[in-house]
């Protein structure tokens, strides 16, 4: 027994180190613990999740390190100056809705207990780590912006201190000289992270550049911090990562590590090199920007904003000069407190990212209207913004909703659109089952499609200025008592005279309908309206949604998912399955001009003329490769010469011909930007 006892002792003394250095240049022949899904790849790469859905993987330093040999000597922390750098990399498997980030840890034990997957980074949760059973100090580089934890962005370093929210967080950027330089931590590409402690000035230092530069002179974070007071005299190292429904792997190359001094530096020629070509093939075929949680955020704000106010004062009704010019179009509040019986919740039927939208009848004319509350903050932008709003109001068109006028109530506007009866087309496709069956056929179906393309073509084409939808999706495409479509919901778009050029950005809309170059330029044109109707021609046909997260890997992302069925000769599959009946052909050519429509390149898009053409039948679909390997190459370089020969030019003369409106109608668009900040 005491024989035993001293086995354990002497193991116990093995298993602990005060004075560790270690550098591994890949971890070929490296002695790390694993868990999860953590694993050391053949070729020395530390991986610590693959790309799958839902995984969790730990890595650490196979014993656990004494960071405070000698406690309480003098007023220094007692905690050891250490310092370790590492190169690590994150490669989403949809670079631009991302996945989940990365952590460096100190951990007090190895086996934390509910750890858990996501946006926790594979760290034990919160609860947990309060109480202390388990104490972590992590240094997060993190792709997500989660509003649960108050992250600053979604691409950010942090420092979490027994909690997912950082007690320090920067945007990932290094500095040269006084200048800062951003870098994209989704990028897949390999990054270098120093991490430095120092127990006289109790000062816990961050940097991290790309691999191949010097460490940075300037940290990215300073946390003054006296770490005894946070973690424990033992504690374990290593990293941790998750994965949820978006993923991404996570990889380290090397990591270098020493007590008492700055670490050897890593060589970048010795570390085992990341093979992305597999990847980076795959996601060109889809690319969506803005971040969920970024649209949340609008549209929390945007509620949060709007307010219901039951008493009307007399205010109300005095008109600033400037709205005296619109005045013709201007409705009283009073008649539309009285169509709606004061808001009342019995008259609402919707509320969405911008504003709730109320039923009601308009006093003296019984006229039915939709009526919808936007909350808006800046009396200036409103200005700005009725004069927008009302010259919509000019745009007449079947497919269009009507817009009847607008008011303003101190600083909530209110637009008063015609009432359409059957409610917006996502409602029926997704919440109404029997309905769906019902009204959406195939036949209907079809003529919706057709509808909205027409709307579109107005819009970009055909009324006096150019206009640029911006958020094309099924939920603003409301369907009337005949089952027509009417395309709604002009809040977010802006109009431009012809040839206008406009300027600066702002990204308002829905992921899956966003155009990947939106999200990099932040600049509407008819272009990204088409991608938002190509995405919209896929979900009608198909009856499901441009992501959908309960969906395997390989279904996840709609247009992928379709691209995919197309190159096995198998797009058919993609049709709705509670479809009783459709027209095969008609089917065909909607789904391979929906994958056109989404294409990743704006310029090999249809314009909404040539999609119109196709529908009606007057031009045959455009024979493209789908081959994403070819257009990686450069193989395929101009569509234009397709398209003029599928394409007539248009009989009205507005503009010559259809390859005008592929390269020189267009360019003058490019840039067609929209709306302030407030919205
Ligand atoms: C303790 O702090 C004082 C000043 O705050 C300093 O002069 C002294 O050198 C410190 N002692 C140690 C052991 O660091
Ligand atoms: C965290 O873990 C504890 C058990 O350690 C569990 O009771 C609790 O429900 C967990 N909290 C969450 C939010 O999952
Ligand atoms: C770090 O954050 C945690 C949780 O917010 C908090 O309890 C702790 O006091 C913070 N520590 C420091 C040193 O700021
Ligand atoms: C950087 O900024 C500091 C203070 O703002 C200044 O003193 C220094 O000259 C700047 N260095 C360079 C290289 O511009
Ligand atoms: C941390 O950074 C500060 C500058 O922000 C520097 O003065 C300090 O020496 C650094 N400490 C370590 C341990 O790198
Ligand atoms: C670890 O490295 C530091 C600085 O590089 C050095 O001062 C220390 O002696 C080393 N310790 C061991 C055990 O090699």
Not at 343 to 371: C, M, N, Q, W
């Amino acid at each position: 027994m005491k024989f035993l006892f001293f086995l354990l002792q002497l193991l116990l003394v093995q298993f602990v180190h005060s004075q560790v250095n270690f550098t591994y240049n890949g971890f070929k022949h490296a002695d790390l613990s694993c868990d999860g899904d953590a694993y050391l790849r053949s070729d020395g790469i530390m991986a610590i999740t693959n790309d799958k859905p839902k995984l969790i993987g730990h890595a650490y330093y196979p014993s656990a390190l004494q960071f405070m040999p000698n406690q309480n000597k003098g007023n220094k922390s007692s905690v050891v100056t250490f310092s370790t750098n590492f190169v690590f990399s994150i490669n989403p498997k949809y670079p631009e809705i991302g996945g989940h980030g990365l952590t460096f840890v100190l951990l007090s034990t190895k086996q934390p207990q509910e750890c858990r997957l996501n946006q926790y980074l594979g760290l034990p949760n919160d609860t947990s780590m309060e109480t202390y059973s388990t104490r972590a100090l992590a240094v997060e580089f993190d792709v997500v912006q989660n509003l649960e934890f108050m992250d600053i962005n979604d691409n950010h370093v942090g420092i979490d201190i027994s909690s997912l929210i950082s007690n320090i967080s920067k945007p990932a950027a290094y500095f040269i000289g006084n200048t800062t330089m951003s870098i994209n931590l989704k990028s897949g590409s390999p990054f270098h992270a120093w991490i430095d402690y120092n127990n006289q000035e109790m000062l816990l230092n961050v940097t991290v550049a790309p691999l191949g530069i010097l460490k940075p002179q300037k940290p990215l974070i300073t946390l003054p911090i006296d770490l005894s007071t946070v973690i424990n005299e033992y504690m374990y190292i290593g990293f941790t990562a998750s994965t949820g429904l978006l993923s991404a792997s996570h990889n380290i190359l090397g990591w270098s590590f020493s007590f008492g001094g700055k670490a050897q530096d890593l060589d970048p020629s010795d570390l085992p090199s990341l093979d992305k070509s597999v990847k980076v093939i795959h996601s060109k075929g889809f690319i969506v920007g803005i971040s969920l949680a970024t649209v949340t955020l609008v549209i929390l704000i945007v509620l949060g904003a709007t307010h219901i106010i039951h008493h009307f004062r007399n205010e109300d009704d005095i008109m600033e000069d400037w709205e005296v010019e619109y005045g013709a179009r201007r409705f009283k509040y009073s008649d539309l407190v009285a169509a709606t019986r004061g808001f009342g919740e019995k008259h609402l039927i919707g509320s969405g990212g911008f504003g709730r939208v109320y039923k009601g009848v308009i006093p003296d004319t019984g006229l039915e209207v939709a009526i919808k509350r936007i909350a808006q903050d800046s009396r200036q932008g409103m200005r700005e913004f009725v004069a927008e709003i009302t010259s919509m109001g000019r745009l007449r068109h079947r497919n269009l909703v009507q817009l009847h006028g607008w008011c303003r109530r101190q600083d909530e506007l209110h637009l008063i659109y015609d009432y359409v009866p059957n409610g917006s087309l996502d409602h029926l496709l997704f919440e109404n089952p029997q309905q769906k069956k019902k009204l959406l056929t195939w036949e209907k179906r079809y003529n919706i499609l057709v509808g909205v393309a027409q709307a579109l073509l107005y819009l970009h084409e055909e009324c006096d200025q150019i206009v640029v939808h911006r958020d094309v999706k099924p939920s603003n495409v409301l369907i009337d008592a005949d089952l027509n479509a009417k395309l709604g919901d002009f809040g977010l778009a802006r109009t431009y005279d012809h040839g206008l050029h406009p300027q600066t950005t702002h990204i308002v809309g829905t992921l899956g309908y966003l155009a990947p170059e939106l999200t990099k330029t932040g600049k509407a044109t008819t272009r990204t309206d088409v991608y938002g109707y190509g995405a919209l021609m896929l979900e009608l046909v198909s009856g499901r949604r441009p992501i959908e997260p309960q969906k395997n890997p390989d279904e996840l992302v709609l247009v992928d998912w379709v691209r995919d069925l197309h190159s096995r000769g198998k797009i058919l599959h993609a049709v709705d399955p509670t479809l009783d009946e459709y027209n095969q052909y008609e089917a065909e050519v909607v789904l391979s001009l929906g994958l056109l429509c989404s294409h990743p390149l704006a310029d090999h898009r249809p314009s909404m003329r040539c999609v119109v053409q196709v529908l009606l039948g007057d031009a045959s679909i455009p024979q493209l490769p789908f081959d994403i390997h070819q257009e990686a190459a450069g193989v395929i370089t101009d569509y234009s010469m397709i398209y003029d020969k599928s394409c007539n030019p248009p009989s009205d003369g507005a503009s010559s011909s259809q390859s005008t409106s592929f390269t020189g109608f267009d360019k003058k668009l490019v840039g067609t930007q929209v709306s302030r900040a407030t919205f």
